[in-house]
Nanobody, 123 residues
Framework: VQLQASGGGLVQAGGSLRISCAAS????????MGWFRQAPGKEREFVAA????????YYADSVKGRFTISRDVAKNTAYLQMNGLKPEDTAVYYC?????????????????WGQGTQVTVSS
């Protein structure tokens, strides 16, 4: 599976952004998907995940109520809608796929990774 993340950019605090992750290479609809982020000098951290059986979604406490993960199986694409963005959300966001229908919340749970897309939130 190859993953291509896109849609990052610069946004003001309080604004919204939607990032996408397009999958190719193999059947996408039996994979759980996740989003992680990594800020400079920090470890990569879990943001959100979605299993094959929607609505099995999971969120980090720091983004719960502001971010929404979704997927479009027909388009082989996962999305992360980010609302109420804060400067501390600034990071490179990575999408990941897991060869399992159940979502995971750790980096080790995922088998495939995209290249990342930069999200910068100005104060």
């Amino acid at each position: 599976v190859q993953l291509q993340a896109s849609g990052g950019g610069l946004v003001q605090a309080g604004g919204s952004l939607r990032i996408s992750c397009a999958a190719s290479g193999r059947t996408f609809n039996r994979y759980a998907m996740g989003w992680f982020r990594q800020a400079p000098g920090k470890e990569r951290e879990f943001v959100a995940a979605i299993g094959w059986s929607v609505p099995s979604t999971y969120y980090a406490d720091s983004v719960k109520g502001r971010f929404t993960i979704s997927r479009d199986v027909a388009k082989n694409t996962a999305y992360l809608q980010m609302n109420g963005l804060k400067p501390e959300d600034t990071a490179v966001y990575y999408c990941a796929a897991r060869n399992n229908i159940v979502a995971g919340t750790t980096t080790g749970a995922y088998d495939y990774w995209g290249q990342g897309t930069q999200v910068t939130v100005s104060s």
